[in-house]
């Protein structure tokens, strides 16, 4: 590296994420709705916290085998699609805490280079609710004395820099 510029990596994040359960576009199903969009693509960072508060009302049903139990998978539709529910990393509430009430949450420490790419969200009580989850390694980048962003170490300008939020806009 060049004298007078470090090379940094940035801090992992704790994102959280309201997740909600509304109807689909044309009123024909119910889907996740995350942070106010319906059935996003969400972007995970490895090494990155993910908390998704699961107490908004439109989750519970007193009769959990109806409830919209929130889960992880690495197969698209999860145990719909004959997959198996994602544990690594993952902490959920207690038992006795059902989804949709105070306290319910699922979070996931994305793991470092062992991450799977895509990983996906479902319901555990009904099929096409869900949607896809992309990981991504963290990015470390040169910093100068002034603080500038050194992409390759010199000066110059570059074309085609994606800036991607947790939820990849």
Known sequence: ILEG????TPDARFITH???????ATDTANIYQIDGVAQPTLIF???DTHYFDLSHSSLYNADQ????????????????GSGSEYTTGVT????YILTGQTGAYLQIV???G?????????????SGMGGRIETREVVTFVRDRESNLRLNGTDGTIFGIQLEDSLGF
């Open 5 to 8: 510029t470090e090379v940094v």
């Open 110 to 112: 994305v793991a470092s």
């Open 65 to 80: 085998t109806k409830a919209h139990i929130f889960r992880l998978s690495t197969t698209s539709g999860g145990t719909h």
């Open 45 to 47: 960072t490895e090494g």
């Open 18 to 24: 309201t997740v909600k359960v509304i109807r689909n």
């Open 92 to 95: 959920k509430s207690a038992s």
């Open 114 to 126: 062992i991450a799977p790419d895509p990983l996906f969200y479902y319901c555990t009580n009904h």
